[in-house]
C-alpha cells in the first residue's frame, strides 16, 4: 500500500508559477501526474519511470513543467512556469510499486490538489 499526499495547488494568473508535491508513504518505482479539467478526460502531465531514469511530458506542457522526485524524502514534485488558463483542473500524484522504464501501472492516487489559471 502507498499513501500520497499532494499539496501547493492554488489560484494564479496566466504566465505565473507554481510547484507541487506529493508525499509517498514509501519509496515508489514510478510516480507521476495526471490532471482532470471539469468535463475532460484525466490526461497524463508527466511522469518519472523506473527509479528516475525515464521522464516523459504530454506535448502541451513541455517546456513549461518539470517533473522531479527527491527520493530520500519520497517526494515528487512538478513545477509549472508560463502558466496558461487551459492548464486549470485538478492535479493528481499517481504512484507504484512496480513498473519498467516504459510502463507503470499507476495503481495508486492521492486526493487531488486544485490549480486554477485566470487570464
Known amino acids: 500500500q502507498v499513501q500520497l499526499v499532494e499539496s501547493g495547488g492554488g489560484s494564479v494568473q496566466a504566465g505565473g508559477s507554481l510547484r507541487l508535491a506529493c508525499v509517498a508513504s514509501?519509496?515508489?518505482?514510478?510516480m507521476g501526474w495526471f490532471r482532470q479539467a471539469p468535463g475532460k478526460e484525466r490526461e497524463r502531465v508527466a511522469a518519472?519511470?523506473?527509479?528516475?531514469?525515464?521522464?516523459v511530458y504530454t506535448d502541451s506542457v513541455k517546456g513549461r513543467f518539470t517533473i522531479s522526485r527527491d527520493n530520500a524524502k519520497n517526494t515528487l514534485y512538478l513545477q509549472m512556469n508560463s502558466l496558461k488558463p487551459e492548464d486549470t483542473a485538478v492535479y493528481y500524484c499517481?504512484?507504484?510499486?512496480?513498473?519498467?522504464?516504459?510502463?507503470?501501472?499507476?495503481?495508486?492516487w492521492g486526493q487531488g490538489t486544485q490549480v486554477t489559471v485566470s487570464s
Open positions: 499517481a504512484a507504484d510499486g512496480t513498473g519498467g522504464y516504459t510502463w507503470c501501472p499507476f495503481g495508486y
Open positions: 514509501r519509496i515508489t518505482s514510478c
Open positions: 518519472i519511470y523506473a527509479g528516475g531514469a525515464r521522464t
